[in-house]
Each structure stands twice: as structure tokens, then as C-alpha cells.
């Protein structure tokens, strides 16, 4: 079984801040690494994605994440947030290499960024 | 728009009525993928299917929910029976290939039960 947590329900920050949004997960198994933005009444659009290969997986909108086995994290970062930002954040896992139902994740509880003026 | 195509948008349904949520995918994909979001809670998946198959079923609730991908047109997903409880989000989403790539999803529909 798989599980994620998202240690932070709210992150208020000021605009041009850096922010970090913070997910842990565990599992039995090896899994790929996603987080997801969700803007108000819309869909999930991709942020970025961790497979393979390099541990810091750079994302659009100038997101980033970094993917920390020993500690079963993949934190989200972002040096300088925009307005535009605000939004739900959803840290994702999904079955590894050699699994099957790659569409089957399981989403944290999501974070709620807030950029203020 | 060549995106995923969800409808109806909102629903609304009395209790013991049925809800039925279609869901076009990509053009091109053949693999779908239905999620519920619960108020305050994360997405929680509920089925994947391809054309005329359901792969994947594990999170589906063993009664009143069904889901089916026909050959022609789009996946549906149908409640039977709505209870308070079903009032959720519903999402879909699609993806070309089996292996991980990316889910594109859907703007959701959003069933309300009175």
C-alpha cells in the first residue's frame, strides 16, 4: 500500500518569497514521484514529474522538486512566487517500474498556496 | 479543445435518483482513469479502464457504482441510487500510453445530492 502526506494544509507567502511545499510518502514498493496544481474549478494540470535519473526534476512555471530517498520526501520549491501561483497544490505517487495501472496514484490532501501582495 | 472532455459540469440529484457523468478523452488516448475528490480531501481513485475493458477497479464502492468505456463514444460513470455521501468531485482523466507518463484530466463534474 502507498501513502502520501502533505505536511501543510495552508502556506501563506508574499509575493517574490520563496516557497516549499512539503510531501512525504511511503511505500513497499518503488514508485514515480508527481505533483500536481489544481487552479479553482479547473482540472489537475502536471507540475512536473520524478521517474528516474536525477534526483532535482525541474518543473513549469519555474517549480522544482527534489526527490529524497532516504528520507521518502519530494518537496516542491519555487525561488520566487507570483500571484499567478495561487492555487492547490497535489503531491503524487504511482506504481514504479515493473508495475501496472500507472494512472492509479494516490494524491496527498493537497496545499492551498496563497500569494499575498 | 482537444482536452478532456467532462460533462455535465455541475449535476444535481435528488437521493435515491441516478447520476450519470460521460467523459471524453483525449484524442488519441485510450486509457481512462475516474478519481472522486471528497470536500477537503485529495483526489482518490476509483477505476481505470480501457475500450471495452475495465483494468482496474480496486477503488470503485462495491454497490450502486459502475463504470464502462464503450468501443464508440465516451466513458460513463453511473451512480445508482445517490446517497448525501456521493456529493463529491468527479474527475477523468487520459493518458496515451501504459506506461507512466502523464494524466490529463478533466475539469471535473461536481454532483450535488439533496
Known amino acids: 500500500a502507498q501513502s502520501v502526506t502533505q505536511l501543510d494544509s495552508q502556506v501563506p507567502v508574499f509575493e517574490e518569497a520563496p516557497v516549499e511545499l512539503r510531501c512525504n510518502y511511503s511505500s513497499s514498493v518503488s514508485v514515480y ?3 500536481y496544481v489544481q487552479y479553482p474549478n479547473q482540472g489537475l494540470q502536471l507540475l512536473l514529474k520524478y521517474l528516474s535519473g536525477s534526483t532535482l526534476v525541474k518543473g513549469i512555471n519555474g517549480f522544482e522538486a527534489e ?3 532516504s528520507q521518502t520526501s519530494f518537496h516542491l520549491r519555487k525561488p520566487s512566487v507570483h500571484i499567478s501561483d495561487t492555487a492547490e497544490y497535489f503531491c503524487a505517487v504511482g506504481p514504479g517500474a515493473g508495475g501496472t495501472s500507472y494512472g492509479k496514484l494516490t494524491f496527498g490532501q493537497g496545499t492551498i498556496l496563497t500569494v499575498h501582495p | 479543445n482537444a482536452g478532456v472532455m467532462q460533462n455535465p459540469r455541475h449535476l444535481v440529484r435528488r437521493r435515491g435518483q441516478e447520476a450519470r457523468l460521460r467523459c471524453s478523452p483525449m484524442k488519441g488516448h485510450s486509457h481512462v482513469y475516474w478519481y472522486r ?10 477505476v ?11 477503488g470503485m464502492p462495491k454497490e450502486r457504482f459502475s463504470a464502462e468505456f464503450p468501443k464508440e463514444g465516451p466513458s460513463i460513470l453511473r451512480i445508482q441510487q445517490v446517497v448525501r ?30
Open chain 2, 85 to 114: 455521501g456521493d456529493s463529491a468531485a468527479y474527475f477523468c482523466a487520459s493518458s496515451f500510453q501504459t506506461g507512466p507518463g502523464e494524466l490529463f484530466f478533466g475539469e471535473g463534474s461536481r454532483l450535488t445530492v439533496l
Open chain 2, 48 to 58: 481505470y479502464l480501457q475500450k471495452e475493458n475495465i483494468i482496474d477497479e480496486s
Open chain 1, 33 to 35: 514521484l508527481f505533483w
Open chain 1, 67 to 69: 526527490f529524497n530517498k
Open chain 2, 37 to 46: 475528490q471528497l470536500p477537503e480531501e485529495g483526489l482518490k481513485f476509483m
